[in-house]
């Protein structure tokens, strides 16, 4: 059974950073792509950042340059570092990872979400 444990949300003033963590937990053999998405009140999901393999990178246009992806394969752990936040960067943000519990299998996995609140 494989996890994902979301953390680093929380509210954060326009122009600051927060630096979200998804921590894999379970029966992991490897790591695949991993990306992370978010969803506001009342609009779909939508992808933010993905690296289908250690080094490349995509980003949606209203974040490039603002946010980082990197991943810590020997701790099964994913990072979305987040800079000069905006009102409109509110949302709850899930972590997704394509991985392999074992040698012969492979998965699609979701986190729970974590709210990110850019208020004054």
């Known amino acids: 059974q494989v996890q994902l444990v979301e953390s680093g949300g929380g509210l954060v003033q326009p122009g600051g950073s927060l630096r979200l963590s998804c921590a894999a937990s379970g029966s992991i053999f490897s790591i695949n792509a991993v990306a992370w998405y978010r969803q506001a009140p009342g609009k779909q999901r939508e992808l933010v950042a993905y690296m289908p393999t250690p080094g490349f990178t995509n980003y949606a246009d209203s974040v490039k340059g603002r946010f980082t992806i990197s991943r810590d394969n020997a701790k099964n752990a994913v990072y979305l570092q987040m800079n000069s936040l905006k009102p409109e960067d509110t949302a709850v943000y899930y972590c997704?990872?394509?991985?392999?519990?074992?040698?012969?299998?492979?998965?699609?996995?979701w986190g729970q979400g974590t709210q990110v609140t850019v208020s004054s």
């Open positions: 997704n990872v394509d991985l392999n519990p074992t040698r012969w299998s492979r998965g699609n996995y």
